[in-house]
């Protein structure tokens, strides 16, 4: 059974094995909690999705998942023109806990993000690909820690950090750490970090094609985008979302 | 060199007690550095740049990230000791006790063909030197640092700790009190030397400091490779390595730096290496890392001119009880500047190896590309791997590409190997060279033979 | 009118001069081959005219149809018909291949004035010229050029220039890396697109694309100058005797 809840004030949520949760956050300007907590029992599944309005200005928010065994989560966190912010974003994991992250920033202007993410691997055979895809305009800038922590409980663990960054503008700036922290030895973990870019030559291919270079950039924000949205399972947030991006693109 | 190394450690345990010992004392205050200063009869400037870098150090604090160097007590430290009066300007000069530790460990005599000269470090002193006829006559000067401060001002004074200033960190400012010996080498413009330079030093006296300063200068169009390696045998205090090595790369120059660095188990080696590349010019590091109670070592390129280049190669082995943090900075300032660099890092019993890097694209380096992989192999459950870069990004155009992977030695790769009838600790040495093997082969046969005897002797439970 | 005239067209790279002097013209139906030895500066005069950001126009024109486009920008150049089949077409992950053709597509018929199709009629279009160029292989989830076989590139360009609907079309030796089969295909796309309204400029090094292309004009390059032309004889002189003998 599906269902989808939209968080309000609740601190600390629950979800249960059995129901196939799908956890809506949205985050506008007056209106963020700064601290939740989210549990996901044995065996409980769920999907959730952080939705900023454009615009928000928040400190020191906290987002805390813990994962209990077996347990699988998907999220997607989408920071869309986040005036100012930082953010901790914290996931522990147990035996054969599973999480697939999706992260997606856009900035423009003025912008200015920080988020420190750290995923704790504590379990044997837990499971974790976290992507992070960054598109900054404007003089934007993002800091982005992702602490990927492989304990000596993690053995047979199987763990993945990838982050990818544009910086769209002259003056937009960016630093990305991922750190990958490993205390168990038969396991698997590896993260990378690399700019993606339109280079000289890629943008005289697609405007040989007809493209202008305005027309070129849009094309690839949104490719990005819709990669973002492709496993949210939620057709229609997923177009809220694209229409939502490419009304600011 | 490689064929004297033995697996029992007595060899490399020897405590020589040298006389020399009695003219040293522990701890850093101005005296001190005055004196040193006055016994190596050193002109005003210097004396003033020891006594600012001393009070730089007094304020400093000690660096709050990175491995706990809490238990470093700087003021227990030997600071200072000459070993000879003067230096020996051939092999039959040097003393005869230096010369048997030498002997010893298997130093290599014989330097002719394929060594174009030999700098060897003793305690605190350079002891000997030599330059063949050729380079002589090339303009090529391959000298003690001490006596190049005396005899070559004009070339040192102005290069003298300007890329590794002492406000960089409290080592480097204890370093600009206090150093002593080291190498200067200059190489004219368009020289270029095919046989690797070598120097060797070695650090003996229980609890002696290591402040040896090793200022390069390589001119437009030149081209040399230096190698450093050094050993040290093992004490019960705490003995400290604080040297510093700069690097001018001028334009269109293409130099490599290697050093294959197997310190004693209780010393901390906390080296400075930077290096400032100009335009079009190629500046390489290759390094290992075996032993030492704790080691951060992070060298550094600067790539102001454009086109410049630069590779960071390199290995830590971290076994029990060890923390190898280690690593790679590479500053882009100018447009096109490219670099690449390839880490590998081994633990074995708890040890601990770290990967600390900084890429930082500047504003102006446009299409800049940058290229990282570092590989952390966990030898067991007990030992730790982190990678920590830094990736700072000021420039829309510049291509990076950041990879790193951990994990144990492959299970297949071990049978496959053991089912060939080798035991399970040479397999396992087998792979893990195996490894390391796109750094070993980039240094020459000595050293690669070397690097994987340590490698061997690591994985073997009697060392560590 | 002539569909492009060259004339005294000087190009320089940086500080160095490239293309000295080059002049020539394609007709309305003509298919032009220009052949050199590597390093002759045909892919250079190729890119040039598409308006590759590297190279800087010293002096001459570019007159396509009539009109000026010396100066135009790539998208311009595409929206007055032309189009250049690269030699190493651009690998760009993260830009999905469907999305971005249509994108091009629309771009070019609103550039030129014309309705453009909804998406499901492009569809159509697109899934009959996939099946035109014998592409087995599920492209829908691709990304431009990713992971595609040098063959598939090819392949991929050719569908391009079937969508972009050119009048002149300019290949930077499509034959290039082509197996027999795959040449095949590329030889009948190019017979599709040929007509009397359109035309084919090729430059080619290995001359195997001449087997569908029947040139009626054939100029040789050597040094960034053309330094011999003639009808479909000479390229069967060159076959047999090699570039040597050209200055």
């Known amino acids: 059974m599906q269902s989808l809840i939209n968080l309000q004030t609740e601190k600390t949520i629950k979800i249960e094995a059995g129901d196939d949760t799908f956890l809506l956050e949205r985050i506008s300007k007056d209106d963020c909690l700064p601290e939740r907590d989210f549990t996901l029992a044995e065996n409980a599944h769920a999907r959730y999705l952080l939705l900023m309005e454009p615009g928000v200005s928040l400190e020191k928010i906290r987002r805390f998942w813990h994962l209990e065994a077996g347990a699988s989560l998907q999220t997607y966190y989408l920071f869309l023109e986040a005036k100012s912010g930082t953010w901790q974003l914290q996931h522990h994991l147990a035996d054969r806990a599973k999480i697939e992250s999706h992260s997606l920033f856009l900035g423009r202007e003025q912008d200015s993000l920080e988020v420190k993410a750290s995923y704790d691997f504590a379990g044997r055979g837990s499971f974790g690909r976290v992507q992070v895809d960054a598109w900054l305009d404007g003089d934007s800038r993002l800091r982005y820690d992702a602490d990927l922590n492989v304990l000596a409980t993690a053995q047979q663990s199987d763990t993945r950090v990838d982050m990818r960054l544009r910086l769209a503008s002259k003056s937009a700036r960016g630093q990305l750490i991922p750190g990958l922290n490993i205390a168990a030895n038969d396991v698997r973990a590896g993260h990378s970090a690399s700019t993606f870019q339109l280079s000289k030559e890629d943008l005289f291919y697609l405007r040989s094609r007809g493209l202008s270079p305005e027309a070129a950039q849009k094309l690839f924000a949104l490719s990005l985008s819709r990669n973002f949205v492709k496993g949210l399972g939620e057709a229609e947030l997923s177009a809220e979302i694209l229409s939502l991006i490419s009304a600011r693109l | 060199m490689a064929e004297d190394l033995k697996t029992n450690d007595s060899l490399w345990d020897e405590y020589n007690p040298s006389e020399y010992m009695r003219s040293a004392k522990s701890g850093v205050d101005e005296a001190l550095v005055r004196r040193i200063s006055l016994e190596k009869e050193e002109p005003e400037w210097m004396l003033s740049r020891r006594l600012a870098a001393l009070a730089i150090f007094k304020e400093m604090p000690l660096p709050t990230w990175g491995p706990d160097l809490s238990r470093l007590d700087l003021d227990k430290i030997t600071y200072y000791a000459k070993a000879m009066e003067g230096q020996a300007q051939s092999w039959e000069d040097v003393p005869i006790d230096i010369k048997n530790t030498f002997d010893k460990l298997g130093i290599p005599k014989a330097e002719q063909e394929v060594l174009a000269g030999v700098g060897a470090q003793y305690e605190s002193t350079v002891v000997y030197h030599s330059l063949k006829a050729e380079f002589k006559r090339q303009g090529v000067i391959f000298e003690d640092l001490d006596v190049a401060v005396k005899k070559y001002p004009e070339l040192v004074q102005p290069y003298f700790m300007k890329v590794m200033p002492v406000s960089l960190h409290k080592f480097a400012a204890l370093h600009g009190a206090v150093w002593s010996g080291g190498t200067f080498l200059y190489i004219p413009a368009g020289v270029k030397i095919k046989e690797p330079l070598q120097a060797y030093f070695r650090m003996n006296a229980k609890g002696m400091g290591q402040f040896e300063h090793t200022l390069i200068i390589v001119e437009s169009g030149a081209q040399a490779h230096y190698i450093e390696g050094c050993s040290a045998p093992r004490y019960g205090v705490d003995s400290l390595h604080a040297g510093g090595v700069e690097i001018y790369v001028k334009e269109g120059a293409r130099f490599r730096y290697s050093s294959v660095e197997s310190w004693s188990k209780d010393a901390y080696n906390l080296n400075t290496k930077r290096a400032i590349v100009e335009k079009k010019a190629h500046m390489e590091w290759v390094g290992g890392n075996f032993g030492s109670n704790t080691t951060m070592l992070y060298p550094c390129s600067i790539l102001v001119g454009e086109g410049a280049s630069a590779d960071h190669l390199g290995v830590a082995f971290a076994n029990q009880g060890q923390i190898q943090d280690t690593g790679a900075k590479v500053i882009h300032v100018a447009a096109r500047t490219t670099s690449n660099i390839v880490m590998k890092s081994i633990s074995k019993n708890g040890g601990k190896s770290v990967y600390r890097g900084l890429v930082e694209v500047g504003p102006g380096a446009e299409d800049a590309a940058v290229s990282v992989k570092c590989d952390a192999l966990l030898l067991d459950e007990f030992s730790i791997s982190d990678t920590i870069p830094v990736m700072k990004i000021n420039n829309a155009s510049a291509t990076i590409a950041h990879e790193a992977s951990a994990g144990k030695i492959n299970a297949e790769d071990l049978f496959y190997l053991r089912s060939r009838g080798l035991k399970e600790a040479e397999a396992a040495a087998m792979v893990v060279n195996g490894f390391i093997e796109p750094i070993t082969k980039e240094l020459p046969l000595e050293y690669s033979v070397e690097m994987n005897r340590m490698v061997e002797l690591e994985m073997e439970n009697s060392v560590g | ?247």
């Open chain 3, 1 to 247: 009118m002539k569909m492009l005239i060259v004339e005294n067209l000087t190009v320089a790279a940086g500080d160095k001069e490239i293309l000295h002097e080059v002049s020539f013209s394609v007709a309305e139906g003509e298919s032009v081959v220009i052949m050199g030895p590597n390093g002759s500066g045909k892919s250079t005069l190729a890119n040039v005219l598409m308006g590759h950001p590297d190279y800087q126009i010293l002096s001459g024109k570019i007159i396509f149809r009539d009109q000026d486009i010396t100066a135009a920008k790539p998208e311009e150049k595409a929206a007055a018909g032309l189009f250049l089949a690269f030699q190493e077409p651009r690998e760009i992950a993260g830009l999905e291949l469907f999305p971005f053709l249509f994108d091009a597509y629309k771009s070019l018929r609103s550039a030129r004035g014309e309705e453009a199709e909804s998406v499901f009629a492009f569809k159509e279009k697109l899934d009959s010229e996939l099946s035109l160029l014998a592409v087995q292989n599920d492209w829908s989830s691709r990304h431009l050029n990713q992971d595609f076989s040098g063959g598939e590139k090819k392949k991929a360009e050719l569908l391009q220039l079937a969508l972009a609907a050119p009048r002149l079309a300019i290949l930077d030796e499509i034959d290039s890396g082509l197996d027999v089969d795959a040449l095949e295909v590329a030889g009948q796309a190019l017979s599709r697109f040929k007509t009397e309204q359109t035309s084919i400029l090729a430059v080619t090094h290995y001359q195997r694309v001449l087997k569908y292309i029947k040139p009626d004009q054939v100029l040789v390059m050597s040094g960034g100058r053309i330094v011999k032309s003639g009808g479909a004889e000479l390229a069967a002189q060159l076959e047999k005797e090699g570039f040597a003998g050209l200055e």
